[in-house]
């Protein structure tokens, strides 16, 4: 059995797992250590599940814990050899991650980390560097793609592999444009390598959603300029237009920027 959790989604912190039987994979480090164990405590969880971590890219919300994790539970930490200069160089990061437990990936050459064969792929985004994961485990297919200024043909073909989808719904446009950012960082979040709206996610979906498509997690929403309901309409509304019904073609939830999610069992 194949399962996935989120314990953060937003630029408070950001935190996934997967894991089967036998094995755990963690996807970003941005929450706390105290508060992530705490988490596996409530959720009857071990530390000693997770086997590996695996990093997006090198900012704060995404690696902050990162060092300290990978210190105290012994772990390798998997990236591209950018996004380890960039969390090196990242003051957020107090504890660094040892030499020992670097392991650079690169980006479309499939690796095996116990259960999970994993391909790093490019996401633009105003980072050092910036990948999504393709996750393949128990024949299961499930892809995360967060933090990106826009939709890739590259990213395209994943979005159509995938059975389980983690993909970035960040801000309306209405609200960002309307709201309390100064323009210059307006303009960054609307940018090429800035994040993904709303309708973006929302027409990403109807181009490229294939009926192998089980369920889709919307993550990465902000706080100032998005709604987690209001982010859900607008995608359920952008498929139903399409001929796309939620609930029947596939799942959609949101992912909480603080709270932990269900544990979703992926069949």
């Given at each position: 059995m194949l399962n996935f959790i989120s314990f953060g989604?937003?630029?408070?912190?950001?935190?996934y797992m997967l894991y089967t039987e036998t094995d755990g994979l963690l996807i970003d480090a941005g929450v706390g250590?105290?508060?992530l164990k705490k988490h596996f405590l409530d959720y009857g969880l071990k530390m000693q599940q997770v086997r590996n971590i695996i990093i997006t890219h090198d900012h704060a919300d995404h690696v902050k814990s990162v060092g300290k994790m990978s210190t105290d539970c012994n772990l390798p930490v998997y990236a591209t050899e950018e996004v380890h200069k960039g969390i090196e160089r990242n003051y957020c990061v107090r504890k660094k991650i040892a030499?020992?437990?670097k392991k650079i990936i690169q980006k479309n050459e499939p690796f095996q980390l116990g259960d999970f064969r994993i391909t790093a792929f490019n996401v633009p985004h105003d980072s050092a560097d910036n990948v999504g994961y393709r996750i393949e485990a128990e024949g299961i297919v499930f892809c995360l793609m967060t933090d990106a200024g826009h939709v890739t043909?590259?990213?395209?073909?994943?979005?159509?592999?995938?059975n389980y989808l983690v993909?970035?719904?960040n801000h309306d446009t209405e609200m960002l444009f309307n709201g309390p950012y100064p323009?210059?960082?307006?303009?960054r979040v609307n940018g090429l390598t800035g994040h993904l709206s709303n309708r973006a996610c929302g027409e990403a979906l109807v181009e490229n959603a294939t009926p192998r498509m089980q369920h889709v997690w919307l993550c990465h929403l902000s706080q100032e300029n998005n709604h987690p309901e209001l982010a859900r309409k607008t995608v359920q509304?952008?498929?139903?237009n399409s001929g796309i019904i939620v609930g029947k073609d596939f799942g959609l939830d949101v992912l909480k920027r603080r709270t932990p999610s269900d544990i979703f069992q992926l069949t």
């Open positions: 989604s937003g630029s408070s912190g950001n935190c250590i105290r508060t030499p020992i437990n043909d590259e990213m395209k073909q994943y979005i159509s592999e995938a993909i970035e719904a323009d210059y960082l307006k303009e509304m952008i498929l139903q």
